[in-house]
Structures are given as C-alpha cells and as structure tokens.
C-alpha cells in the first residue's frame, strides 16, 4: 500500500504539564492541518500520479474515515492544547460529502480565551464554483486554491485528467464573492515543466487583492519520482520576478509562517498595498522546521508532526477505544513534547537517508 504508514508506536500518556505546549525545539502547537479524505478527481503527476492511483487504487473505505463528530471532538481538544488555526485538506476535501456539516462544527469552537478558530481550506478549485456560497454559510473564513500554469494546455497536462484552467478561476471568483478571502493561490514549480508559468501567474494575479505563492517542488512520499534538478529554487524565481516587476520585502504576518513575503512596489519603490504581494516557500533550499508549528492529522485519525514524516500516532483508536477527553489530551501533549522533526533542515545527510519512507501528501495533506 503506498499511501499507509507501517507499524504504529504505542502512545505514552502522561499527565499535562504546566505551561505553554512546546516541542524538544521550543516550538509551539498552533496549526492544525486536517485531512477528511484520502481521494482526489485530479491526477497531478507531483502527487498522486496516474500509474500509481489507478482506477483499482485501494483508497480508504468510509468505515475507516474519523467521522465528523470524531474530527470535532479532536479539533476541540487541540484547540484547549493552544491551536487556533484548522486547516482542512485532502486530498480534494470538496469531495467529502456534506463537508459543510463539519465546517459548522468546527466554526462553533473556540479557544480558551473565547475566540473562534481560524478556519481555513485547501481545494485544487473544481468544485468551488458550486460550493462557495455553502462554505461561507457554514463558517468557513477563507480558502487557498492550488493551480499550477495560467496556460490551459500546461495545466491540463500537470492535472492529468484534462481539467480547464477556467473552471478553476471560475472558483477562485465565486470564493472572492462569497467572501472566503483573503484568497490565496498555490503554485508547486517544477522546473522543465511548469516553471515558464511563474511570470503568467504572477501578471494574473497582481493587483487582484489574491495572494500568488510559489512553492517549491517538495520530495514527499515516494511515488512522485522527486529529483533535485527538478526544483526550481526560490531564489531563481525571485530573480525571474525582479527582472519584470519591482518587488520589496514584507515582514511576516504570523510566526510561523512558512511563506517568505514580497511585495509589488511602486514607482517609488515602496510597496503598493493595491498591487499586492506574491510568497515564496522554500522547504527544499531554504527549510523553516525551526519555526514549524503544525501537526497534521490524517483522513483515518493518524497524528503526524512533519510533512515529511514516516508514521503518524494512531488516535482514532483511542476514539473508538472510549478513551475520556483527559486521555487524549494527554496524549496529544505527550506526542508533541517529544516531537524533534526537522526533515528540511536534516535533508541529504544520512540522518535524513536512514530515515522512514514519507507519508503520501494525498494521505497527509498539503
């Protein structure tokens, strides 16, 4: 199977500490990525290429899914751990039927101090046309739309499964007016193959209040052929931008924060809020694991600290164990003080080489 993880460790429960949660590196627990499904409609030969997820793909049977009312109950007890951001992946997660339920439920929880959550969602676009109306009724706050190439025919190529690029900014126009923004939009730069996109999509979205990130071509899993003359660095693409368009840098807007901020300037080289910005994610040259401060948990209840990690901490059995509330929070606690991933940073030494084969980003989530 190559989108489950082997032989699970046996969670230790301990009782809480006092004190803010923090990893063997310091790093706080504020970001949630979860993923409610294991299947996409696109082919995206970076992450779930054809010849691997076939029609006679063995994808996760419903059963196996974290139910809605288990999603919340999880997403409830990470929030009383000092997470204010959800992130809802895939997947495709506008494939989960009835998503908008558990988006309601998540939209009524709160922190500690009373505040709502965050709540976000990653979607490749195909279905948001449709959907965004219901999403923002739900209490979804804003989403990030994945498209790789403004050219139609370099984009039905990367997808694989002859999907148009108009369908996908039809979406991006119906999020923006149900007010599911900011909006942001991803490009995964593979170079030799999509790389000639960059200025299109850079052209596209300037000044359209939309947020273009460029993201390095990352080596998760194992089945998307990863090599590192494929990687467009960031700072190449910079370069590219610059050579067209003025660009000064921003501060971050959260710690944390994975993209590298640039702004497009004015004549008097000083950003023009109207104008926009566009992000760099550098996880392969320039690896931020020294703030990282997400934990993913996967579409059957599997808890993992890295993206690029290698198992994921079973916490669906514990669910349907009838484990208390106090027990799994406690062991959440546990899990994440013993957590010491930095891949990125780690990438090409042997450490890194004697590693577990990755997760599957399908399984995990982006």
């Given at each position: 199977m190559h989108n489950r993880p082997m032989a699970e460790p046996v969670i230790p429960l301990v009782d809480q500490r006092n004190g803010a949660l923090a990893d063997q590196l310091g790093r706080p627990l504020r970001d949630l990525r979860i993923s409610v499904t294991d299947r996409c409609n696109f082919r995206c030969t970076y992450c779930m290429p054809k010849e691997v997820f076939g029609k006679d793909h063995?994808?996760?049977?419903?059963a196996a899914l974290l139910s809605f009312e288990e999603i919340t109950r999880l997403a409830r007890l990470f929030a009383l751990q000092g997470v204010h951001k959800i992130r809802l992946t895939g997947g495709e997660?506008?494939?989960?039927?009835?998503?908008?339920?558990?988006i309601e439920q998540l939209a009524a929880l709160r922190t500690p101090d009373g505040a709502p959550l965050d709540l976000t969602l990653t979607t490749n676009g195909s279905a948001l046309a449709r959907k965004a109306r219901a999403l923002k009724a739900a209490g979804l706050r804003r989403v990030t739309v994945s498209l790789d190439a403004m050219d139609d025919a370099v984009f039905r190529r990367m997808n694989d499964v002859d999907f148009p690029v108009a369908e996908v900014l039809d979406g991006i126009a119906a999020a923006r007016e149900a007010g599911l923004g900011p909006i942001k939009v991803n490009m995964v730069v593979k170079r030799g193959t999509n790389d000639q996109e960059i200025l299109p999509m850079a052209r596209h979205f300037r000044g359209t209040g939309i947020a273009l990130r460029f993201i390095e071509y990352m080596d998760v899993g194992s089945t998307n052929g990863w090599r590192m003359d494929e990687v467009l660095p960031s700072r190449e693409l910079l370069a590219r931008l610059r050579a067209e368009m003025p660009l000064v840098p921003l501060a971050p807007t959260a710690p944390g924060e994975t993209a590298e901020r640039w702004g497009h300037a004015d004549a008097s080289g000083r950003h023009d809020p109207a104008a926009g910005e566009i992000g760099l994610i550098s996880s392969v040259t320039r690896a931020f694991c020294g703030s990282c401060n997400r934990a993913r948990l996967s579409t059957e209840g599997k808890l993992f600290l890295c993206l690029f990690a290698g198992h994921g901490y079973d916490l669906r059995a514990m669910l349907r164990g009838g484990a208390p509330d106090e027990a799994i929070a406690d062991a959440i606690a546990r899990i994440w003080r013993g957590r010491s991933d930095r891949y990125s940073e780690?990438?090409?030494t042997q450490a890194a080489a004697d590693g577990e084969p990755h997760?599957?980003?399908?399984y995990i989530g982006g």
């Amino acid at each position: 199977m190559h989108n489950r993880p082997m032989a699970e460790p046996v969670i230790p429960l301990v009782d809480q500490r006092n004190g803010a949660l923090a990893d063997q590196l310091g790093r706080p627990l504020r970001d949630l990525r979860i993923s409610v499904t294991d299947r996409c409609n696109f082919r995206c030969t970076y992450c779930m290429p054809k010849e691997v997820f076939g029609k006679d793909h063995p994808f996760l049977p419903h059963a196996a899914l974290l139910s809605f009312e288990e999603i919340t109950r999880l997403a409830r007890l990470f929030a009383l751990q000092g997470v204010h951001k959800i992130r809802l992946t895939g997947g495709e997660p506008l494939l989960r039927r009835h998503l908008e339920g558990l988006i309601e439920q998540l939209a009524a929880l709160r922190t500690p101090d009373g505040a709502p959550l965050d709540l976000t969602l990653t979607t490749n676009g195909s279905a948001l046309a449709r959907k965004a109306r219901a999403l923002k009724a739900a209490g979804l706050r804003r989403v990030t739309v994945s498209l790789d190439a403004m050219d139609d025919a370099v984009f039905r190529r990367m997808n694989d499964v002859d999907f148009p690029v108009a369908e996908v900014l039809d979406g991006i126009a119906a999020a923006r007016e149900a007010g599911l923004g900011p909006i942001k939009v991803n490009m995964v730069v593979k170079r030799g193959t999509n790389d000639q996109e960059i200025l299109p999509m850079a052209r596209h979205f300037r000044g359209t209040g939309i947020a273009l990130r460029f993201i390095e071509y990352m080596d998760v899993g194992s089945t998307n052929g990863w090599r590192m003359d494929e990687v467009l660095p960031s700072r190449e693409l910079l370069a590219r931008l610059r050579a067209e368009m003025p660009l000064v840098p921003l501060a971050p807007t959260a710690p944390g924060e994975t993209a590298e901020r640039w702004g497009h300037a004015d004549a008097s080289g000083r950003h023009d809020p109207a104008a926009g910005e566009i992000g760099l994610i550098s996880s392969v040259t320039r690896a931020f694991c020294g703030s990282c401060n997400r934990a993913r948990l996967s579409t059957e209840g599997k808890l993992f600290l890295c993206l690029f990690a290698g198992h994921g901490y079973d916490l669906r059995a514990m669910l349907r164990g009838g484990a208390p509330d106090e027990a799994i929070a406690d062991a959440i606690a546990r899990i994440w003080r013993g957590r010491s991933d930095r891949y990125s940073e780690l990438r090409g030494t042997q450490a890194a080489a004697d590693g577990e084969p990755h997760v599957e980003m399908s399984y995990i989530g982006g």
